[in-house]
């Protein structure tokens, strides 16, 4: 997509694939640290190896099971968190665990028949070898997402402030709710490539809480929070390219050293002690 | 027909040990203006919010503005206005009482619409009525727990609902408060809007003919009309069970 701006092919695909993930998490972030519902970030990345796993097991598309492996597990986290009567906090530690555990089964049970299985990259991600079709995939879900918020907005705001009472305003507040786990569930499943598991966090949580120094209220923190992302992350596309170093592990730095700043500078945390 | 007819309902939690609301029938019509008292653990919240089917009823009838509350308590929740009893937003809440007003606009603007300019004047009129217009634009969760209740009163006013339930509207407001929103409802009333009040302590009650409900262990032990200086006695009188009652005799 940006090919005419960059001719690097490798440069180009990277930025854009951190530009739409850093997008699409930072805008689902102000709702996930919301709800505390960080722990989705584990769950999915957990999810998304089982399915890797379990692709290499069947010998099938390890990529393609990955994903409808996260996909089976993000249509869960809503109904299981409502039959069980949990919060979806102790959901996710759950499947999490389940996640956890069907992979490490296969994987033993493959090491038993020598087979092997290498998951570096939903590990730690892999921004510089992605395909054109993976691109294209974010491109879709980062729309998706904007375009979820954009159209329940005001669920999805009256939620983030308290289901009980949305639920008395009459709002279909579980419908939107499973809509809103499900989207933020494939949302980083589909992420996981560019930075990885143990990296989805910075995207998830670190713009959202950048935004929460600074910001009074959600509307201003949809638009920082995405802002921040994006800027850190083309920057430190760039800066990695133009200095060799790894992109989402500089990236996840940068953002960190801004989050730092902000917690500084932050005019919240001022204390008034006018007199008259 | 009555705005709200419950016939015969039972109600039960999951893992309770029995039905908190067992076998009541109880029929409100237009204007009406309902006190609800009774024991701690009565069934009272229970009760309004098998009304606004907030939980389900599990035996019995309930009928709220002409619809089913078992088949569509969605839309009777959009219609029935619902100060919760307990609340709390931390400090960190990012939204302001305004926005808090306008949310009470969102359930009957149904999913996808956007506010429309009368979805607006309705929650500028509501905070004007309920007098916190210096707090518009203040987050929700930095202000004193009397104020966060008059921002919950002033979303259920800007939902204009055809029945208004309050789960003790006026635990944290000042005498000066309770008296002026006390004015507000006997308006609502006056316009027909029936009112459901449920209360512990009974000052300030409007100047109209008031009917009482007395809840004692998920029934109704009381039902009649009185004028508001009596509800108190009444009500200790309803309720001098030995253990169960708010004075023992
Ligand atoms: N979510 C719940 N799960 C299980 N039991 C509940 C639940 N909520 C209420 N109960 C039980 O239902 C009974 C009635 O509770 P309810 O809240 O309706 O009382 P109340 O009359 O509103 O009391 P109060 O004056 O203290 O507000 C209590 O015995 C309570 O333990
Ligand atoms: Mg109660």
Redesign the pocket.
Same mark, same amino acid.
């Given at each position: 997509m940006l090919e005419t701006l960059i001719e690097n092919n490798v440069v180009c695909h990277a930025l854009e694939a951190m530009i739409f993930a850093s997008i699409t998490c930072s805008i689902l972030g102000v709702i996930i640290s919301r709800m505390s519902l960080s722990s989705i970030g584990f769950t999915m990345s957990h999810a998304a190896f089982a399915g890797a796993a379990l692709g290499m097991f069947l010998g099938a598309n390890a990529q393609m099971t990955a994903i409808a492996f996260s996909m089976v597990v993000a249509a869960l986290i809503g109904p299981v968190s409502d039959k069980a009567k949990m919060a979806a906090d102790a959901t996710l530690g759950v499947l999490f665990a389940m996640s956890m555990a069907v992979a490490i089964f296969l994987i033993s049970y493959m090491e038993y028949m020598g087979k092997g299985l290498s998951a570096s990259s939903l590990l730690f991600g892999d921004v510089v070898s992605l395909y054109r079709e993976e691109i294209y995939a974010l491109a879709a879900v980062c729309f998706l997402a904007i375009l979820f918020v954009l159209g329940f907005y005001k669920e999805i705001s009256a939620i983030m402030f308290n289901m009980k009472i949305a639920e008395a305003a009459g709002i279909r507040v579980k419908l939107v709710y499973y809509i809103l786990l499900f989207i933020i569930a494939l949302s980083v499943a589909l992420s996981l490539n560019i930075v990885g598991g143990l990296l989805i966090f910075v995207l998830l949580v670190t713009p959202a809480s950048i935004a929460g120094q600074f910001c009074f209220n959600v509307r201003s923190m949809f638009i920082v929070a995405p802002a921040v992302a994006l800027f850190m992350s083309a920057f430190g596309v760039w800066a990695a390219f133009e200095y060799t170093m790894p992109v989402a592990p500089l990236v996840a730095l940068l953002l960190t050293a801004a989050f730092a700043l902000s917690v500084m500078l932050s005019f919240k945390r001022r204390i008034n002690t006018k007199m008259n | 027909m009555s705005i709200i007819d419950l016939a015969g309902i039972y109600t039960a939690? $999951?893992? !309770?040990e029995k039905a908190?609301i067992r076998n009541l029938s109880l029929r409100v019509d237009r204007g009406e203006y309902v006190v609800i008292g !009774?024991?701690?653990?009565? !069934?009272? %919240? %229970?009760?309004l919010e098998s009304i606004n089917g907030l939980v389900k009823i599990t035996h019995g009838r309930a009928t709220v503005c002409g619809l089913n509350v078992s088949r569509v308590s969605d839309e009777v929740r959009r219609r029935v206005g619902y100060v919760i009893?307990n609340f709390y937003f931390d400090p960190f809440t990012p939204f302001t009482v305004e926005q808090v007003v306008m949310m009470g606009r969102f359930g009957r603007l149904g999913l996808m619409n956007r506010p429309a300019r009368e979805d607006y004047d309705a929650a500028q009129r509501a905070i004007t009525q309920v007098g916190i217009e210096d707090l518009a634009h203040k987050t929700i969760g930095t202000l004193s727990g009397g104020q966060q209740q008059k921002a919950m009163i002033a979303h259920n006013i800007a939902k204009e609902p055809e029945v208004m339930m309050l789960? $003790?509207p006026f635990s944290n407001l000042d005498f000066h408060a309770r008296e002026y929103l006390q004015g507000v409802f006997k308006e609502m009333a006056r316009k027909g809007v029936p009112i459901l009040m449920?209360a512990?302590a009974f000052d300030g009650l409007p100047d109209i003919p008031i009917r009482l409900v007395v809840?004692n262990q998920g029934r109704i032990s009381c039902d009649r009309n009185c004028r508001a200086e009596e509800v108190e006695d009444i009500i200790r009188k309803e309720c001098v069970v030995p253990g169960k009652c708010l004075r023992r005799s």
């Open positions: - | 939690y $999951e893992g !309770g908190v !009774g024991p701690n653990s009565a !069934g009272k %919240t %229970t009760l009893q789960d $003790e449920v512990h809840m």
